[in-house]
């Protein structure tokens, strides 16, 4: 047992929201209790306390879209002019990266990718991975990695016609393997969701399959859904169809699938999404270094459709996407009053709900019962905090670089900035060695 006491705590749950100086009572992979510290140190006595010393304990942040094959791209100078719209940005960059992947290099990605989330307070990532001429055993490469290091995570690889039909075969295979893996892990720290990249990079004989496929699996899709302008055009020009129309003609959307981005959708597209109860996953900074324009995540949150908050890859920090996405809709806008509620509302309350629809105990939250995914935060308040203001200094006070302790499903991966068991050094040595090899070859 352990306890993680003698701090600021937020909750994250109306029926407790906050505590001057509260304490969390983990035992095995649950939370037990939560309590005054004074209170549960008496009461479990003989056990491990962690002293918060003041910061704030709050629950471990949970990403709903990144992408780990893109680790690798830091940095890196893309041959050629430099390219002035999101399809150039794909067929300059990210087609020809992913082309290039070898398992190795998913294997390091991910390593590299996780051990970031960790360091940056976050403890569930739904990776949205893409490698065409190493698609088979890459979900489970991945997997492993996570295993190793304690992440809890939930995998999809992306179907695409871009590469031949040899890799939309391994890709659709490669996402049932995992799927079914991934339902019989009783850890409940791997999911399986069904990856498609885009409906203007998929044929509908290839939705057909992919349909056919998902008709027994009970699992949700994750794909990117009207990113660019292109795919709008592209769907129109082809099929006379609207993006999410033509996805759900081929039953992608349902209470378990997560549709990516929705810059480019309309009012009878929303309808269609609410309908069947799927998700939205709002990336404001790679929207913005895309210059694919701003989701409608205001209206579509009016409209009573369920956004969450992710990365696309861009960062590890969901602060940092909690922060930009709280002013990006006021200047989209010209209205200084949005924002504010929606924007903890996406990483706090709605990142919650998609990840509750994969996983048998509640994450996000510090509560009786849920899985223990706990973080402490250097943070220390020069003005009020309470459950009135604890957004505000979440917003304006906190970065993932604050973060000093990291656990999840109760074990202790970071504390005090320190990774545990972890050889952050030789990883990112081996990292650094592969990247160089990959820039090579592109």
């Known amino acids: 047992m352990i306890l993680v006491g ?218 990117h859904t009207a990113e660019g302008i292109d795919d709008v055009i592209i769907n129109k020009e082809k099929y006379n169809k609207k993006v999410v129309q033509r996805l759900n003609d081929f039953n992608v959307l349902n209470d378990k699938t997560i549709a990516v981005h929705c810059i480019h959708i309309d009012s009878e597209e929303m309808e269609l999404i609410k309908e069947n109860k799927s998700f939205v996953v709002h990336n404001p900074e790679s929207n913005m270094g895309n210059a694919v324009g701003c989701a409608p995540v205001v209206h579509l949150l009016n409209k009573g459709i369920t956004v969450g908050l992710g990365t696309d890859g861009y960062t590890s920090d969901m602060f940092e996407s909690l922060k930009v996405a709280n002013i990006i809709h006021k200047h989209q806008l010209r209205d200084p009053r949005v924002g504010w509620a929606e924007a903890p509302t996406m990483l706090f309350e709605n990142n919650r709900k998609i990840a509750s629809k994969h996983y048998k105990k509640d994450l996000g939250v510090l509560k009786e019962g849920a899985y223990a995914d706990v973080i402490v935060v250097d943070y220390i308040p020069h003005t009020p905090l309470n459950e009135n203001t604890e957004n505000g200094h979440i917003i304006f006070g906190m970065t993932g670089r604050s973060v000093d302790t990291t656990i999840i499903n109760g074990k202790v991966l970071m504390k005090d900035r320190i990774l545990l068991n972890i050889d952050e050094e030789s990883i990112l040595a081996k990292s650094r060695e592969m990247s160089n090899k990959l820039w090579d070859r592109i």
């Open 6 to 223: 003698n701090g600021r705590l937020i909750t994250k749950n109306e029926q407790n929201p906050y505590m001057d100086d509260g304490c969390v009572v983990i035992e095995g992979n649950v939370i037990k209790e939560i309590g005054s510290t004074k209170e549960m140190k008496e009461k479990y006595s003989s056990h491990e306390f962690i002293d918060a010393n003041k910061k704030v304990i709050m629950p471990g942040l949970i990403n709903t879209h990144m992408h780990i094959y893109s680790s690798f791209a830091r940095g890196m100078a893309v041959p050629g002019k430099p390219s002035e719209n999101f399809m150039e940005i794909l067929e300059n960059l990210w087609w020809r990266l992913d082309k290039k992947l070898t398992l190795e290099d998913t294997k390091y990605s991910a390593y590299a990718t996780y051990i970031d989330c960790i360091k940056n307070g976050v403890t569930t990532v739904f990776d949205h991975h893409a490698s065409p001429f190493a698609i088979e055993g890459s979900l489970f490469t991945i997997k492993d990695v996570a295993k190793n290091l304690g992440i809890r995570t939930n995998l999809c690889y992306e179907v695409s016609d871009r590469d031949g039909l040899k890799t939309i075969d391994q890709g659709i295979q490669e996402n049932v393997n995992f799927i079914k893996f991934a339902k019989d892990d009783e850890s409940d720290m791997v999911k399986g969701m069904f990856g498609l990249h885009a409906s203007f990079t998929l044929s509908d004989k290839t939705l057909e399959k992919c349909a056919n496929e998902m008709a027994n699996l009970d699992a949700g899709y994750h794909v």
